[in-house]
T-cell receptor, first 114, second 109 residues
Framework: NAGVTQTPKFQVLKTGQSMTLQCAQDMNHEYMSWYRQDPGMGLRLIHYSVGAGITDQGEVPNGYNVSRSTTEDFPLRLLLAAPSQTSVYFC?????????????FGEGSRLTVL | LAKTTQPISMDSYEGQEVNITCSHNNIATNDYITWYQQFPSQGPRFIIQGYKTKVTNEVASLFIPADRKSSTLSLPRVSLSDTAVYYCLVKTGANNLFFGTGTRLTVIP
């Protein structure tokens, strides 16, 4: 019953460093998506994927890169971390779509950029 | 940029019905309205989804007027375990998906 697994749960970076947030799902869902959640704000869509090999941008894609080589995995890359990217990141998967049907979320990854 | 708006917070006593409204003026014509619940340090969890009129499941009801510019989540007889943040989610275009800013519900004994 793993569902959506995100790693790491916590990470501290220095400005300019790079890192990858991992997301894996074991439900064979076609749709996967990444969100950031900042204090006082709802979740904002960063990137999403409608299937292996297909990705697209959401509301706040700048500074982030994604790829979807398998159905199960959807990593989020920060190439040059900036303090503005300090946030909690959530990955989600769904079978029917981003809005149609239920999104299954991971537990989140808390990132601090100094 | 049109998005979604919700009340920031609400308080309710145990056993009362709670209604939380989300305004979404520019919702896409053919997409659903979905509500999620989030506890601290956890990812959001699906509550209910609807397209129009009224939808009910074992935990909540969702009321959507004909113009679909708003939606109301109704939680019957809340308990302390319902204390959480509640978000509406709508789509306003092909790639424009918006969560509301969230309503923090506090249930008082």
């Amino acid at each position: 019953n793993a569902g959506v697994t995100q790693t790491p749960k916590f990470q501290v970076l220095k400005t300019g460093q790079s890192m990858t947030l991992q997301c894996a799902q074991d439900m064979n869902h076609e749709y996967m998506s990444w969100y950031r959640q900042d204090p006082g704000m709802g979740l904002r869509l960063i990137h999403y994927s409608v299937g292996a090999g297909i990705t697209d941008q959401g509301e706040v894609p700048n500074g982030y890169n994604v790829s979807r080589s398998t159905t199960e995995d959807f990593p989020l890359r920060l190439l040059l971390a900036a303090p503005s990217q300090t946030s909690v990141y959530f990955c989600a998967s769904s079978q029917q779509g981003l809005v149609t049907g239920e999104l299954f979320f991971g537990e989140g990854s808390r990132l601090t950029v100094l | 940029l049109a998005k979604t708006t919700q009340p920031i917070s609400m308080d309710s006593y145990e056993g009362q019905e709670v209604n939380i409204t989300c305004s979404h003026n520019n919702i896409a014509t053919n997409d659903y309205i979905t509500w999620y619940q989030q506890f601290p340090s956890q990812g959001p969890r699906f509550i209910i989804q609807g397209y129009k009129t009224k939808v009910t499941n074992e935990v909540a009801s969702l009321f959507i007027p004909a113009d679909r510019k708003s939606s109301t989540l109704s939680l019957p007889r809340v308990s302390l375990s319902d204390t959480a943040v509640y978000y509406c989610l709508v789509k306003t275009g092909a790639n424009n998906l918006f969560f509301g800013t969230g309503t923090r519900l506090t249930v008082i004994p």
